[in-house]
Structures are given as C-alpha cells and as structure tokens.
C-alpha cells in the first residue's frame, strides 16, 4: 500500500484539516483508493460544502411540488396524473478544457439526471458565458461549445428549444456552460435513488468503464492555473448514440416492477452513484470491482472508483428480477452486469480479486461531509448614477445596441440545433420562452433560463431578485403559470470573502424573489471556483445564478408570442416606468461605462402585472407581447418588429420622451399589442387593478419611428436586421457556413 503523503492529500484537493476528518472517520489511515472515494465525495462540486448552509434557506415546496431538491431532478405535478421533471447542471470547466467533449457530455449528464428518475425528456435548453468575443481562444470555444451541443443533443432526439448567450470580459479564462433537460412521467411511476432491501442487487448497465474523467470532480472544484490544458485527460467523451439507447432501455424496464431504486453515474462517477444511494436509503453497500464491465485493461479499482465514463448507470433490483432486466439490456446491446449488493453494516466495502480494497462508513461520505459557514462581506452598493448621458441620436444607439454581442441574434447559434425533432415544439428560439406540448394533450409546458451577471455583480441581492423575476416574466410573457425554478449558481472562489459575499447576495435574493412570486426551487447545482489565470483571463467570473424556469399552460394554441401580428394594431406598455439606466447595456455599449445600481425589482409589482398580463393572454385580447430587458423599451419594440417584419410608429408620452431612457432596463415592465376593439378593456382593467399602463404607438409600415419632442428618430427594419444578424456570422467567419 502506498504510503498517503501530505503531497498526495493535497493532489486529491484535501486540506490538512479536511484529512484530518479523514483519519477521524476512518479511525486508521486510508489507503489510495480510499483516500481517492473521500476527496471526490469531499470535492466543492459533490458535496456543497461551501453553499449548503446557505441553500437550505432557499423556499423548495409548494403544492405543485412532488420532490424539492435532493433526488436527480426536481420533481412538479402538471395535472393528469402527470409530472415535470427538471433540472439544470453545470459542466464549465471541461468545456473550457475540451469545449466539443465538455459541452456534449454537460448534455449528456443532464439527460440522466432526468430520465433515471422515470421522465421520458423532452426539451433541452442551455445557459452559455463566453469572454470577450475578440479574445484569441473565444472563437475556438463558441465553435466547440455550439458544436457539442448540438451534436449530442440532436443525436439523442431531444429538441433544443432554448437558451440564452452572453460576452463579458470576466469568462475569458473560464466559460460557463449550463446545461438543463425538462422530461415528462407519470406521476405513479416516479423512481428515486435510495437503495434498500438487504440482499439485493446490485447493477450496472450502460457503456463500460474507461480511464477517462477521472479527478473530474476534483478538477471541477479548484480554479485554473497556468496548467488548464494539461488537464484535457480529467474530461469525459460522450456517445450519444449509447445515450439513445440507454434512455429507451431503461424506460423500458421502468414499466415493470423490477428497480428498487436508481441512479445515474455523473459526477465522481461509481463513487457518487453508490454512496448516494446507500446513504439516502440508510444501507450500506458491497461491490465487487472485478465485475465492473471496463473498457480498458489492469484498471484498478481507484481508477475504477473515480473514472467518469459516460452512459452509465447504477441500479437496485428485486431480488430473482436480474435475467429479465438482463434480457432488456441485450436487447439494446448494452452491458449488464450485477456488481454487488446492498448490505445492512451502513458502510461501502470494494472487493477486488478476492481481497478487500476499501471499507469506508458511509455517513462521513455524505450527510457527515464539512460544511463550511465561510467569512463573507457584502457587496457596496453602488452610487446612484451621475451624470447621466442622453442620446443624441436614438436610431443610431439602437443599431449599435441591436448589433452589441449580448443583443445580436443567436439565429447562428440555435439553427444548429434540432428545436423540432418530436413534432411538439410550439415556440422555437427567439421569443420569451420556449413552450413545448405535453405529447398527445392540449397541455404545453413552458420553459426558460435567465440571468444578468452585470446586475448580480454591481448588487447581488437585487441581481438574485432579478433573475428569478425575469424568468417568472418570461414564462408569463408566453401565458403559462410559473410552476417552479431549477438553477445552476456559478462563482468564483468561495474562500474569498468578496466572493462568498455575491454568493450569500444573490441567494437571499433569489429566495425572496421565489417566495414573492410563488416559484420554489426544486433543483439545481452549484458550480464554484470559477477562475482563472490562464490565457491571460481574470481571475473571476461575474456571479452567474442561472435560474431554469418552468410554466404550464393548459391550451397551447393560446400561447403568445413576441412578433406583431398585424398593421394597425395598439402598442402598450403596461409595468411602472421608471428610467433606471444604471448597468444598462446602453451605457456599457454606446458610452462605455458599467456605472451605477442595477434596476430595482418590485416584486410585489412583478406579481400584479404578471398576473394581469396572463390572463389576457388567455383571454385572446393580446395579439403580441415581449418583456423589457437587456436594451430596455426600444430593443423590446425592435425585436417585436424584427420577429414580424412589421414596423411601428411610437408617439410616447413626454414624460417617456427623452432619447435615453427609450434605453432604461426597468423591470415589470411588458410591451404589448392589442386591436381596438380590446383596448377600452384592457386600459379599464389595469387601471381597475392599479396597473399602470399607456398606448405608445401603432404597428405600421417597415421603419421603427420615435416621435420626440425634438426630432423624429428613424431607422428602417432592413438596417437593424442587417445589425442583428451580422455578429455571430462575422464573428465565426468560416464557422457561419454551418448555419
């Protein structure tokens, strides 16, 4: 046995106290192989050890909610008798490292999360930082990223409906992808991970074991140094065509009554499937290494243990039901083999060529992990702006904002997805939300993902608010009733107390914006030391909480979307205006300033006009509909235009009149169509529910015109679809000819 060094406990991401911990639960030193199972399960990305204290302050129920956070995927009631299942993860280091291959087998994971727990997917989005658009390595990273993505997503049949995509110096050394799956279940046929049954067997089936991502957990908790690209070998390669297989196979079984629980190998692979499961049903757990199915030969059971080979899952059967689910398995000409049995000693024990290789007690592994209440100082609040520029000439700022990298289309982006395959996608890329049809019913589900770093960056607390705010917008922008939140909280380095201190922010937010508006969290995934020094990136991220959101609509041909439908019709804008362009993308892109607060959310506000907003949509009344964000009013109108090739003449109040504020990125706030015939009621019930809102304009023509007090400002619809569309071709150059 080799001897365990200070330098080896080190290598494994221990500190000294944490091995220390170690010895304690041991009562002996470990050996390799269990000093490897201790520091991946110990690892930031397995066991929350930084964030934990923290989540559980977060609101996670509801009565929508069949299972909070704690399983694969959170868990909501669609009514029928059926369920959503959902959940959104993080795979940001290994896309930076191997941007094909890390974002692929992000898809991938996800993917299992959601269908071991018996959904059938059927929609993925995404949730994409890339740095400066001009950086020598980004235009690599977008390719490999947008490729990966799409070539595991459309392989597996599963429609990428979604997503969102955003530039900022802060992601140079280290992009985020997020990546999350929405599947559909039964609601009495809904499977869970806790193992039971002493005796029973245990089994793995998928693809064989590799030597690849091993130390994947470990590498995906510490940030970057000048080394990122030697750790190309700590990266997993993904087949979705086995994925393909193993969905149907595993469904397939589900009919039956043969799995007493179930879990996917994702992260720290063997190692987090079966402790989790052990320790979830209070059990412990024996494994016979020599019957691990592998891929690679004289692998040894630490290879074994940490590998993070993909298409693999790890199940308990009733006992006499192996042949049968054997027999399924071949079918789909996927390995099958039974590795162990659950035990009742509450400890996990390896045996390997006849000897015993590792007993570990369980508890330390999991519910006993370090929990850390790490230093953290808020973030200051920031000025109120000063010095606030105009405009002087709208129409010019608007094609400068139309064509900025955080605005411009993402046609480029979303045409290499396959968005329809499965014939029940009703909303394509391009609107507030996507919304897919619950298959062979009236119901859709809607779904989106949403976030402003710059915002969570100038005030956590108000940026937290804020991006669970916009997605319950969105959701309702499109006529569904937000149903619950998943979410994917990307930081930097949680052991600096500024950091530490966005992480605290922006989760007190996002649960007061959650219990405000009725939207639990239901799952999610923590992603921390997001930083780097290497390729001359800076050293931290922006604080990116990415929320997934999930709504229903109980008729889906009801839903709205953002294109006018018709010339002549009403623009309204109903929300409370208030002309806060404080970390505005007008102010970052046409005047080079990231100044002053982020816009205030009312969430109490947020609510009403929500509320108010949907049923009208579901009244027919509203012929088109968009919520104001990045680029306040003016880019909403444009992007209403764009969507329609439908122009519009705004004549706003005064008030509203000045250049720059047609920029501020209030929120609450919805731009809206209506046909005469409708506007009387509208306009009375808003002002019956206490609702501001005011006609703005009409839908005419082919140019967007701003009648100003001072001037008349006019760019024609040709001219900004030139803009919007020009970024991501001439960015990619050669690249562009794949869409």
Not at 111 to 128: E, I, K, Q, Y
Not at 446 to 460: E, G, S
Request: hydrophobic share 40%; charged share 20%.
């Amino acid at each position: 046995m080799s001897e365990i060094t200070p330098e080896i406990v080190a290598e494994h991401g221990l500190s000294p106290e944490e091995y220390e911990r170690v010895l304690h639960a041991m009562g002996r030193e470990p050996n390799l192989t269990e000093l490897g199972i201790f520091s991946v399960m110990w690892s930031e990305h397995c066991s929350y050890k930084s964030s934990r204290i923290h989540l559980k302050k977060l609101p996670t129920e509801g009565p929508q909610v069949i299972c909070g956070p704690g399983e694969n995927a959170g868990v909501v009631d669609i009514g029928d008798g059926q369920a959503a299942i959902f959940k959104m993860e993080s795979h940001n280091h290994p896309s930076y490292i191997e941007p094909y291959q890390g974002a692929a087998t992000g898809v991938g994971g996800i993917l299992r999360d959601v269908f071991t727990m018996g959904a059938r997917p059927v929609a993925n989005m995404n949730a994409l930082r890339f740095g400066r658009p001009d950086h020598p390595k980004m235009r690599h990273l977008i390719a490999g990223v947008v490729h990966g993505i799409g070539g595991y997503g459309n392989c597996v049949g599963v429609p990428t409906v979604g997503g969102e995509v955003n530039f900022h110096p802060a992601y140079d050394g280290n992009i985020l992808v997020n990546a999350m799956t929405v599947g559909v279940a039964d609601t009495d046929k809904i499977f869970y991970s806790a193992a039971s049954g002493v005796g029973n067997p245990i089994v793995y089936v998928g693809s064989k074991t590799g030597r690849d991502g091993i130390h994947g957990a470990t590498m995906a908790s510490a940030d970057f140094g000048e080394d990122a690209d030697e750790k190309r070998p700590t990266v997993q390669v993904g087949d979705p065509f086995t994925e393909k297989l193993l969905i149907e196979a595993c469904l397939e079984l589900m009919s039956s009554d043969a799995i007493v629980a179930i879990q996917d190998m994702g992260a720290a692979g063997l190692t987090s499937s079966s402790v989790e499961m052990a320790s979830k049903g209070g059990v412990g757990i024996e494994l016979i290494m020599d019957d691990v199915p592998q891929r690679e030969t004289g692998m040894t059971p630490y290879e074994m243990m940490l590998s993070e080979s993909q298409e693999r899952m790890l199940m308990v059967l009733k006992p006499g039901r192996e042949d049968f689910a054997k027999a399924i398995f071949d079918k789909w000409d996927l390995d099958f083999a039974v590795i162990g049995h659950v035990t009742d000693t509450g400890r996990m024990v390896l045996k390997w060529k006849g000897e015993t290789v590792a007993d570990i007690p369980l508890a330390p592994l999991a519910d006993e992990a370090p929990i850390y209440d790490r230093p953290h100082v808020p973030t200051p609040k920031r000025e109120a702006l000063a010095d606030v520029p105009e405009s002087a000439d709208l129409a010019a700022d608007l094609l400068t904002l139309m064509s900025s990298p955080d605005i411009a289309s993402r046609r480029w982006i979303w045409e290499q997805y396959d968005h329809m395959v499965g014939a029940d996608t009703v909303q394509r890329p391009g609107g507030d939300a996507a919304v897919v049809r619950v298959h062979g019913s009236d119901k859709a589900l809607a779904i989106t993902t949403d976030c402003t770093p710059r915002y969570c960056f100038a005030d956590p607390v108000e940026g937290g608010k804020q991006a669970i705010a916009e997605a319950w917008r969105n959701l309702t922008a499109v006529g569904a009733t937000p149903l619950a939140v998943t979410n994917c909280l990307n930081f930097a380095n949680p052991q600096r107390p500024e950091i530490m201190g966005q992480i605290v922010g922006c989760l007190e937010g996002m649960g007061e914006a959650c219990r405000a508006l009725d939207f639990p969290i239901v799952s999610g995934n923590v992603s921390l030391y997001n930083e780097s020094k290497a390729t001359g990136g800076g050293s931290a991220i922006l604080p990116t909480p990415a929320i997934g959101g999930l709504g229903l609509m109980p008729d889906w041909s009801k839903s709205a979307t953002i294109a006018f439908k018709g010339a002549g019709d009403i623009i309204l804008l109903i929300g409370e205006r208030k002309g806060q362009l404080g970390q505005s993308l007008w102010l970052r892109e046409v005047h080079g300033r990231e100044d002053g607060p982020p816009p205030a959310v009312d969430l109490a506000a947020e609510k009403r006009v929500g509320d108010f907003v949907r049923d009208h949509i579901r009244s027919g009344a509203i012929t088109a509909i968009h919520d104001v964000s990045d680029g306040g009013v003016a880019v909403t109108i444009a992007e209403m235009a764009l969507a329609s090739n439908i122009g519009a003449l705004i004549d706003g109040p005064e008030p509203f009149g000045t250049a720059g504020s047609w920029f501020a990125e209030d929120q609450g706030l919805y731009v809206l169509t209506v046909q005469d015939a409708a506007l009387l009621d509208i306009l009375s019930g808003a002002q019956a529910a206490g609702i501001e809102i005011e006609p703005i304009g009409r839908t005419c023509g082919t140019r967007l015109i701003f009648e100003l007090s001072d001037s008349d400002h006019a760019v024609a619809l040709d001219d900004l679809r030139r803009a919007h569309e020009a970024f991501f071709p001439r960015l990619m150059g050669a690249e562009a000819a794949l869409a």
